[in-house]
């Protein structure tokens, strides 16, 4: 809902519990007044009354409340506009109209002087606490041209408060989306990429608490979390008054996102925030519920159980070998098989053959698609994995098109796993990319397509364009609108977003694919920190992970249980990564029962309300789901010590005068002990695990 006051000067957006408002000055000077819980429109316009505090020389009076500060006039804070005309840099901005369009909001501004136009744009829905903000620039001017150096999507401004913790999610390869939180110091904090994907270092995402004071479920919480999937960031600014505000927008250095002539615009990405006044899990259940909503597509389907044999064969594949897995994969009652790296060109090895988009005649003498028959005849959907960004030196499209890469003439072309980044930005490569993926999707019955990204970008070149920088955005956006349009001309083809793991998880990829790979370490205790971290923003239904072999063979050999490998899976998309030929009979009866157990709880899983029951770092980590009457706790032992039994789980979001049939003990517990006394577990030993069934009577 959008009210407006103070004679069409004032905006007020309110969602489900709480308000965001804007004021314009006389001096069309956009100022942000309120962002926190629900408040009226006549007390928005009495906080528009108040006066700005006296401000000393040396500081400006707006810096820390405008809107959206730009580069240029009295204002020293970061700016989110930063332009370049000819020789001079900054803009100054009259205010041109708002529109209000259902629950967006549109105020327009142009600067005299460059003929510079920039909307800003504010959506609240009606039953989220989410904001989307971002920001257009148009060239409305007759002639010249207008460099956006750096147009941020939106700048966050938070409420006075005596300080304020920073909660972010860092990591690398496989060790992503790992929680820290530290106490915010004055200057500035920079999160982000300058790698051309979002990257395995930072998920686009921050929150704050202020002093500290937010728990679990309890206290103020603000989040802020970025749709885009090349270079970015994210600065949160504590100013020398004390005051906090968050820039965030695509792109790394202010180098150049760019250059418009008469006419033309630039979209910025949206820049999402959330005020929360449960805590963190409040934060997280308001995110994971306005993503299945309007983010992700197609989100009330929950995702079938996959198989998937990398990390069993790697590149050593064959048909007759995938025939066999999937028959083992039907047996255990898994729902889709993907052949994933080595089914193309001479694809034996990372060495050769990426960018050759049909199928290895030694491999698959007629094609994928007797495999995908078999496995569909088998109740399976079928799946394959792609890389369509990349080229190997050694393939034939390298060999007929090296002019195709990322490059800067006279300078090495780095390769990272032996492969150079295809310049998505030419429309030719454009061109070819499109008619290869929906030749191969037209070829065989493909129903799901793993989408990877191996490397970063290096020599960010593009011969012979005028203004090269530019590839950074178009290359996302040119890989978006490859996704969007293969989803139109195969619409029953679901989509992961993979990169090395968990490289490209963002909400602007989210926007356009059904899964993510969350990271290429699927050892199941590593991987419950991981998840930990992903649920912060993420919904299980978005976040594959796979059960594989025992010793995990990737990373560190660690021994593990079928059980303590299944139920640290279950907690997102389940699928199989293990080389099902050595798994035993009694292996693989077992895994049948976990996998029939996973389907029978996926509802609850991955479209339910998530409770971070208990976090990782404590030796017994528990996550709850619940979705009406039905919950299901998820609870791990890292290690039992000194033989003392491990603490009950205290569970959440019950109703206390209820009770609660757990159908694994059999027995009937009220919700109000279940809440304060917390359910007794049994878990004993190392890396130990369990399911708890639990329905309301
Ligand atoms: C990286 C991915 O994360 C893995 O799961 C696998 O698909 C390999 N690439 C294949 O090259």
Redesign the pocket.
């Known amino acids: 809902m959008i009210e407006t006051g103070d004679n069409g000067r004032l905006w007020l957006l309110s969602g489900r519990s709480s308000s965001y408002a804007l004021h314009l000055t006389d001096r069309d000077e956009l100022l942000h007044l309120h962002w926190g819980p629900r408040i009226t429109a006549a007390a928005a316009e009495a906080l528009a009354r108040e006066p700005l505090p006296p401000h000393w020389p040396f500081e400006s009076r707006l810096d820390g409340r405008e809107e959206y500060p730009v580069e240029g006039g009295p204002r020293f804070v970061r700016p989110a506009l930063s332009v370049r005309t000819g020789q001079e840099r900054g803009t100054a901005w009259d205010f041109t109209g708002s529109e209000i369009a259902g629950d967006e909001l549109r105020l327009g501004f142009t600067d005299p002087v460059n003929g510079l136009a920039i909307v800003l744009h504010h959506r609240m829905r009606d039953a989220f606490d989410i904001v989307e903000r971002w920001t257009t620039a148009s060239h409305q001017g007759a002639a010249g041209e207008v460099e956006l150096l750096r147009a941020d999507a939106a700048t966050w401004t938070l409420p006075e408060r005596d300080g304020w913790r920073l909660s972010q999610l860092h990591g690398r390869w496989a060790a992503e989306s790992r929680l820290v939180r530290g106490d915010l110091t004055p200057g500035e904090k920079v999160l982000g990429s300058r790698r051309g994907h979002t990257g395995h270092q930072h998920l686009p995402w921050v929150a704050l608490d202020a002093e500290g004071a937010a728990t679990e479920e309890s206290g103020e919480v603000y989040g802020c979390a970025l749709a885009w999937s090349g270079s970015w960031r994210i600065v949160v600014q504590h100013l020398p008054d004390g005051r906090v505000q968050i820039n965030g927008g695509a792109g790394y250095d202010d180098s150049g996102l760019v250059l418009l002539g008469p006419g033309e615009a630039y979209t910025s990405p949206v820049f999402a925030g959330l005020w929360s006044a449960q805590g963190f899990g409040g934060a997280s259940r308001e995110w994971h519920a306005w993503q299945l909503a309007h983010v992700v597509p197609r989100a009330a389907e929950p995702r079938p159980v996959l198989y ?1 044999s ?2 069993a064969t ?2 050593d594949i064959s048909e007759e070998q995938q025939r066999t897995l999937a028959h083992r994969a039907a047996d255990l009652g898994v729902e889709l098989f993907v052949v ?3 089914w193309f060109g001479a694809r034996t090895h ?1 060495a050769a053959g990426l960018g050759d988009w049909t199928p290895n005649p030694a491999r698959f003498p007629d094609g994928l698609k007797p495999l995908a028959d078999e496995v569909h005849g088998l109740g399976m959907r079928f799946g394959i ?1 792609v ?1 369509p960004e990349m080229v190997n030196p050694d393939s034939e499209l390298y060999r007929a098109h090296p002019d195709w890469v990322q490059f800067q003439p006279g300078r090495e072309r780095t390769e990272f ?1 032996n492969q150079l980044v295809l310049n998505l930005a030419r429309r030719d490569v454009r061109d070819h990319l499109w008619q290869r993926l929906d030749t191969l999707l037209s070829s065989a019955p493909v129903d799901y397509v ?1 989408w ?1 990204f ?1 490397r970063c970008f290096t020599e960010a070149g593009w011969p012979g364009e005028p203004y090269p920088q530019r590839l950074w955005t178009e290359h996302v956006h040119a890989f978006y609108a490859l996704l969007d349009r293969l989803r139109a001309a195969h619409p029953h083809v679901a989509f992961e977003s ?4 968990g ?1 490209r998880v963002d909400l602007g990829v989210l926007s356009r694919t059904d899964q993510v ?1 969350a ?2 370490n699927t050892d199941p205790l590593d991987r419950l920190a991981i998840q930990y971290g992903f649920s912060q923003l993420h919904p299980a239904r978005v976040m594959a992970a796979w059960v594989t072999d025992s010793p995990n063979t990737q990373l560190n050999g660690r021994v593990s249980s079928l059980r303590f490998r299944f139920v640290s899976a279950m907690a997102g998309v389940l699928g199989v ?1 293990g080389d099902l030929t050595r798994w035993s009979p009694a292996e693989r009866a077992e895994a049948r029962d976990w996998v029939a157990l996973y389907k029978e709880i996926r509802p609850v899983v991955q479209l339910g309300a998530q409770y971070r029951l208990r976090a990782p770092e404590g030796g017994l980590s528990a996550v709850q789901y619940t979705r009406g009457d039905d919950s299901v706790v998820l609870v791990w032992l890292q290690a039992q010590h000194h033989g003392e039994p491990p603490p009950a789980v205290r569970l959440r979001g019950l109703d206390p005068a209820a009770s609660y049939a757990c159908r694994e003990t059999g027995a009937v517990h009220s919700g109000a002990v279940l809440l304060h006394r917390g359910l007794v577990t049994g878990l004993r030993g190392d890396l130990d695990a369990q399911v708890f069934r639990l329905r309301k009577e």
């Open positions: 998937n990398w990390e790697l590149f994933d790296d080595g990372d994995w890389e796993r793993k990877d191996n993979c990169s090395g793991g490289g790979w990271s290429d990564g």
